[in-house]
C-alpha cells in the first residue's frame, strides 16, 4: 500500500495532527458521535474492552473515563499514531487501565471471547478485507457482548444532505491538505464515497457473525453508529 491510500504508513504521516484535523473538519461533531459509540458498550462495562484501529486512542480513553472499571486494549496499524496516543494515556494517568498495542485488525493476536465488548470508530473502512476485520471482532467477543462500529458515509438526502455532501466532497480534502501539508487527506472523501451504504454494510456485519441490534444515523447521514452483538 501506498502512504496515501488508509495503510498505517499513512496515518503515520498525519499522526501529529490528526486530532487537530478530526475537530476542524468534522466541525466538532466527532466527540459527539464517539460518545453515542461509548454509550453503546455500557452493557459491557467492567470489561475488558477491546478499541480496534485506537489511533491516537480518543476512544480508548473515553472508555476509560466512562467505565471506570474497564481495562481497555486498543489496536492499530500505525506506529506514529499510537505513540500519539501513549503520550495521552499517560498525561490523563491511564497507562494502568489502557494498553496499546500495533496489531492488523483482520489478524488479531488474541484469543476467542476474550473481550466483553469490542468497538472501532472510523477504521472499519481502512480495512481492506472488512469482512474478516469484522470477523475478528466477533471471534474475540464473548457470545452476547457487544460489537459497535462507527463510520462515515456519504450524507443522504434531506434538507442538509447537499451541504453536508460539498463539506465531504471539496472542503475536506482542501481544508485537511491545507491544514496538514498532506495530500492524503484527499484520501478521506474517496474511501468514504466508496463505503457501502448502511443496509449493505449491516448484510456484512451479519454474515461476519455480528447480529445487528440497532442503526444510528448521525449528522445529517455523514455517520452511522452500527450496534451489535456477537453470535459467539
Do not use: C
Not at 6 to 23: H, V
Not at 25 to 31: E, F, I, T, W
Amino acid at each position: 500500500m501506498s502512504s496515501a491510500d488508509g495503510s498505517g504508513g499513512m496515518f503515520d504521516r498525519i499522526a501529529p495532527r490528526y486530532d487537530m484535523l478530526n475537530r476542524v473538519l468534522s466541525l466538532g461533531l466527532d466527540r459527539g458521535w464517539r460518545r453515542a459509540l461509548v454509550r453503546a458498550l455500557a452493557r459491557a462495562a467492567e470489561g475488558p474492552l477491546l478499541d480496534v484501529a485506537t489511533g491516537t486512542a480518543d476512544v480508548a480513553l473515553a472508555l476509560a473515563r466512562a467505565y471506570p472499571d474497564a481495562r481497555i486494549v486498543g489496536v492499530d496499524t500505525s506506529r506514529e499514531m499510537l505513540a500519539v496516543g501513549a503520550a495521552k494515556v499517560a498525561r490523563a494517568g491511564l497507562t494502568e487501565r489502557i494498553q496499546l498495542r500495533v496489531a492488523d485488525a483482520a489478524a488479531l493476536s488474541f484469543e476467542r471471547g476474550d473481550f466483553a465488548a469490542s468497538a472501532i470508530a472510523f477504521g472499519i473502512r481502512n480495512v481492506p478485507d472488512r469482512a474478516r476485520g469484522l470477523a475478528e471482532m466477533a471471534r474475540v467477543t464473548r457470545a452476547g457482548g457487544p460489537v459497535v462500529v462507527l463510520e462515515l458515509g456519504e450524507p443522504d438526502a434531506g434538507v442538509f444532505g447537499p451541504i453536508a455532501r460539498v463539506h465531504l466532497r471539496h472542503v475536506v480534502p482542501r481544508l485537511g491538505a491545507w491544514l496538514s501539508g498532506a495530500a492524503e487527506y484527499r484520501y478521506l472523501q474517496t474511501s468514504v464515497a466508496a463505503f457501502p451504504t448502511p443496509a449493505r454494510f449491516a448484510e456484512l456485519m451479519s454474515s461476519a457473525g455480528i447480529e445487528l441490534e440497532r442503526v444510528e444515523r448521525l449528522g445529517f447521514g455523514a455517520a452511522h453508529l452500527y450496534v451489535g452483538h456477537a453470535r459467539g
